[in-house]
């Protein structure tokens, strides 16, 4: 049986990890044939495909990025687009069936692609572990690593000069990366999409940081909304899909809390160093882990379904229970940490 593998939407630490598990596992165990499709669903509309053996995929798990490249193209669209054109381009290359590595928009893309009879299975992935059917996501902890470590060294900097310290983090509709990374460092202050609050909320607990002799580390997720304040980002022409891609809420927020506590803030934006570089250690275990079982589940013909993490175990999960409403962070999760802010 000869696999087409994709990876599609944003790049992730960990990617390459399930390339190379897939691929040894399925060259082992199995009979399989490989081959790379460049550039997410790009590559399979326009045949762009490369054999991918052992040796390509030798080394890879410490290897950030994705050596398939990545896009955010639909496969539905463009003359070359759509389930019918996308089987006979499989059927002329002699490809059985498609491995998707991607999060919400790639997985609901290969649901269509199932649905409409093209052998496809799916890895979830993504840095802001948003997607519901998998207890964790790969590159979740990697981005969770550098943000804490830059939380860290910004917390030196802020102690040394008395001042308060925004740290911008991703995640554009769920706050997981801000939640982590704030428990990890200690921040004072953790501002989540899923708990709006108003200016006078922060900078009474940056105050507070203040008061006690600490200078305030606060840290926020980039679709963070602060309540009352919508005509402050629309006047910067940033609206709540553009402001994520420029930094925009600590920008906003910085200059708002020196306004209004007198303590001197500086914001730092982490952008996309959070998902540049090698995954973490737990990142390479659990994206090789899901690579060996998608080996397992495409000799299975377990079409429609992706592999997942619950708890300890690798399971498979149709695509359908992934798409729909995000991975929030739920309300008894954010109280937990409010307990440290004092
Ligand atoms: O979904 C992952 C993510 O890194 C988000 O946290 C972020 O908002 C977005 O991708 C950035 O996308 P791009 O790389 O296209 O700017």
Not at 19 to 27: A, D, E, H, M, S
Not at 284 to 302: I, P, Y
Not at 310 to 329: M, S, Y
Request: aromatic letters at 6%; hydrophobic letters at 40%; charged letters at 20%.
């Amino acid at each position: 049986m000869k696999i087409g593998i994709l990876t599609s939407g944003g790049d992730c630490p960990g990617l390459n990890a399930v390339i190379r598990g897939v691929v040894l596992k399925g060259t082992t165990n199995y009979d399989l044939e490989f081959v790379g499709i460049r550039d997410g669903w790009r590559g399979l509309v326009d045949a762009d495909f490369f054999p991918l053996t052992r040796h390509e995929v030798k080394g890879l798990s410490k290897v950030g990025g994705t050596i398939l490249g990545t896009s955010r193209t639909n496969p539905y669209e463009g003359p070359r687009g759509g389930a019918e054109n996308i089987a006979k381009t499989m059927y002329g290359h002699r490809i059985d069936a498609i491995l998707a590595i991607g999060g919400e928009g790639t997985l609901a893309a290969a649901n269509r692609l199932a649905n409409d009879g093209i052998n496809v299975i799916g890895v979830p992935k993504t840095i802001d572990n948003d997607l519901r059917a998998t207890d964790y996501s790969f590159g979740f902890d990697t981005a969770v690593n550098i943000a804490t470590d830059a939380m860290d060294r910004l917390r030196t900097t802020g102690d040394s000069h008395q001042r308060c310290m925004v740290a911008e983090v991703m995640g554009r509709h769920v706050g997981w990366i801000a939640l982590h990374a704030g428990i990890a460092s200690g921040a004072h202050v953790i501002c989540i999409p899923e708990v709006p609050m108003s200016i006078d909320e922060i900078c009474e607990q940056v105050t507070s940081a203040h008061d006690r002799g600490r200078a305030p580390l606060v840290v926020v997720s980039e679709g963070f909304t602060i309540t009352g304040m919508d005509e402050a980002f629309s006047d910067k022409g940033l609206d709540a899909y553009n402001r994520p891609r420029l930094g925009g809420i600590s920008e906003v927020l910085a200059p708002e809390i020196e306004r209004i506590t007198g303590v001197e803030t500086r914001a730092t934006v982490l952008g996309h160093i959070q998902r540049g570089g090698s995954p973490s250690g737990f990142d390479r275990v659990l994206a090789t882990r899901l690579g060996l079982h998608a080996a397992d589940a495409l000799v299975e013909g377990s079409w429609g379904q992706m592999v997942a993490l619950r708890g300890t175990d690798i399971v498979r999960v149709p695509f359908a229970e992934a798409l729909g409403e995000l991975n929030t962070v739920p309300q008894y999760r954010y109280e937990e940490a409010a307990a440290l802010f004092g």
